[in-house]
């Protein structure tokens, strides 16, 4: 039964939120604009953005990350509960236990930076994934927000996949605060369209980024 409010919870909430469009300005520019990425890899999204994007718009934090991956291409970037991080480095890894202390108690975050070389989508070919091509000021709203979720650029250590490293995170990550709607956050400090009740889940981040 926990399971079947939780179920009719989220598909109340996401059809609610149709009706929340958060969009600013002029976010996309779709001739001239900087690509950037949201990837769907099973129970977490990332956001990517070009090392470009770093170089141009980023200022302590974004500089630093330069310098510890010089030959980065593009950065991924994913927030969320420090102990599901560390404990589930894939999917399988995922149990009801870790799980549900993730969720239900407010706990430490961490940021996570992943980088890679070439095209990400050919890197994360088994990941579902939006591109959106930024304006300037979108771009760097959103890179803005990514940094004030790192309490500083030092790493507490490697990351999951790839060249990757830890940071200490900013805010407590629980129920309404996943590694998926901090995506959708940080899109919309762009402003961008993105409703918070799909990005509760990964999938329908992508669905809702999808259909607008």
Request: net charge negative; proline share 6%.
């Amino acid at each position: 039964m926990k399971i079947l409010r939780w179920c009719l919870w989220v598909v109340m909430l996401a059809g609610a939120s149709r009706f929340f469009a958060f969009e600013q300005g002029v976010p996309l520019d779709p001739v001239g604009g900087t690509p950037v990425w949201v990837f769907d890899h099973g129970y977490h999204a990332g956001l990517v953005i070009p090392r470009e994007g770093l170089e141009r718009f980023g200022e302590g934090s974004a500089e630093a990350w330069l310098v510890q991956f010089p030959d980065a291409d593009w950065f991924e970037f994913g927030w969320g509960d420090a102990g599901f991080y560390f404990e589930v480095p894939t999917f399988d890894d995922v149990t009801l236990s870790i799980g549900a202390r993730a969720l239900l108690m407010p706990s430490l975050s961490v940021l996570h930076i992943a980088t890679g070389r070439g095209s990400p989508v050919e890197v994360f070919a088994a990941s579902d994934h939006v591109a959106l091509k930024l304006s300037d000021q979108a771009l760097s709203d959103v890179l803005k927000f990514v940094e004030r979720s790192a309490v500083s650029p030092d790493q507490l250590g490697p990351g999951l996949y790839g060249v990757s490293a830890f940071y200490d995170g900013r805010g407590k990550y629980h129920l309404f605060q996943t590694c998926n709607s901090w995506v959708s956050q940080a899109l919309r400090a762009g402003g961008l369209a993105s409703a918070p009740g799909p990005s509760v889940i990964s999938g329908g981040l992508l669905w809702d980024l999808q259909r607008r």
